[in-house]
């Protein structure tokens, strides 16, 4: 495909608090973002979709109503978006839809591995008029991978440099990284919980749904016994090709871990601001690169107080945000839905083995026209 071409990302993460929408054109493979709209998910159906992600509140009904629901709201966000910035369906080659995850399987971790993203695809193509791509994730799945992390191959196209080795730490609801050695490799996985844990236990105890700028995580003292507990999840120490998700890591879990201490709320919202820290830092630290810069993409990036534990675990490598690099880490992970939309209609391979553990690169995503 030459010329201008342009795609529209959608992205819902683990932390479920918004659909973010991001359009961009891609001139001669090089990213110029055009425009982004954030689509709050109603109280609702945010409760719909956590009930979806954990066995017993789970229904046929419920799936298939969420399902219908949430392909509404990414059409109006991506109809939002289109009229901010005046653009009309034959200007757009194509939507990716990320979906939302809501139960996610990966290899190893049950019988039968399997991943399920809903938001109904031929509703935002019905409604908007837009070619739309979605379920991503299980071409990868059926060539044994993981389906997950998905957004390093994007990373390598825009983030790549021959003069240094780079991690770019994705901290979502699950937090992931991407090594970019400078041969022009790649390979990344899931180190475990990014803003999860700390949405859900803030919004617990404040009412708010997340700590903004972790102001209240830093008023608390980690608590060195539970971080060191929390430590041993057995995701944590696992080999990558690795992937993990609310299923691991949930309010539930985290307040059995608690059930031998009695620590104020916001000790224990500290103690997972560590957590986070120090997950995603071992992990850095345990590759066999030398590591020249670290910069960080997603909801974590506004949290002060774990972008200091970062830098302070990292020592004299320094941590930066990806707007350094030309791209607001808001709109990452929306941007890497986008460019796998243009990767998938012009037949070129989304995943990356390395990463995933496929038994090779394949063209991902099914199309859905309007």
């Known amino acids: 495909m030459s010329g201008p071409t342009i795609t529209i990302g959608l992205m819902s993460g683990t932390s479920i608090d918004s659909i973010d929408a991001a359009a961009m054109a891609f001139d001669n493979g090089q990213l110029r973002l055009l425009g982004t709209h954030s689509q709050a998910i109603p109280a609702q159906l945010k409760q719909q979709i956590i ?7 789970d229904s046929v009904q419920l799936l298939c109503e969420t399902d219908n629901q949430l392909g509404e709201l990414f059409a109006k966000a991506t109809l939002n978006l289109m009229h901010q910035n005046k653009l009309t369906a ?32 031929n509703i935002i193509a019905a ?6 791509v979605a379920d991503f994730r299980r071409k990868d799945m059926a060539l044994g991978g993981h389906g997950a992390p998905l957004v390093p191959a994007f ?51 404040t009412g708010h749904s997340f700590d ?55 000790d224990i919202q500290a103690t997972l601001v560590s957590f986070t820290a120090q997950s995603l830092t ?26 200091q534990q970062l830098q302070a675990n990292l020592g004299a490598t320094p941590v930066q945000s990806t707007a350094v690099l030309g791209l607001d880490p808001a709109w990452v992970e929306a941007c890497a839905f986008g460019w796998l939309a ?14 995933t553990g496929a038994s090779s690169a ?9």
């Open 51 to 57: 009930d979806l992600c954990q066995p017993g509140k």
């Open 90 to 121: 034959e200007q757009v080659a194509a939507i990716g839809s990320h979906g939302q995850t809501v139960r996610h399987s990966p290899p190893g971790s049950s019988a039968i591995a399997f991943t399920q993203q809903i938001g109904d695809a």
């Open 127 to 132: 409604r908007t008029g837009c070619p739309v």
């Open 155 to 205: 990373h390598r196209t825009l983030f790549s440099h021959s003069g240094s080795t780079r991690v770019i730490a994705n901290i979502g609801g699950i937090a992931n990284i991407t090594v970019l050695p400078t041969d022009g490799s790649c390979y990344g996985f899931d180190t475990g919980p990014g803003n999860l844990l700390l949405d859900a236990w803030c919004a617990k105890h």
């Open 212 to 266: 903004d700028r972790g102001t209240w995580g830093a008023t608390g003292q980690a608590h060195n016994q539970l971080l060191d507990q929390l430590m041993q999840h057995q995701f944590i120490g696992r080999p990558a090709p690795k992937s993990t998700g609310r299923e691991a890591f949930n309010l539930v879990w985290l307040e059995q871990q608690l059930t031998d201490y009695d620590l104020a709320p916001h």
């Open 282 to 307: 071992g992990a850095i630290r345990q590759l066999n690169e030398s590591v020249d810069e670290v910069y960080l993409c997603g909801g974590g990036v506004f949290n002060d107080q774990l972008v």
């Open 342 to 355: 243009y990767q998938r209609i012009n037949g070129l391979p989304g995943n990356l083995p390395a990463v």
């Open 362 to 370: 394949t063209v991902l995503g099914a199309l859905y026209l309007p």
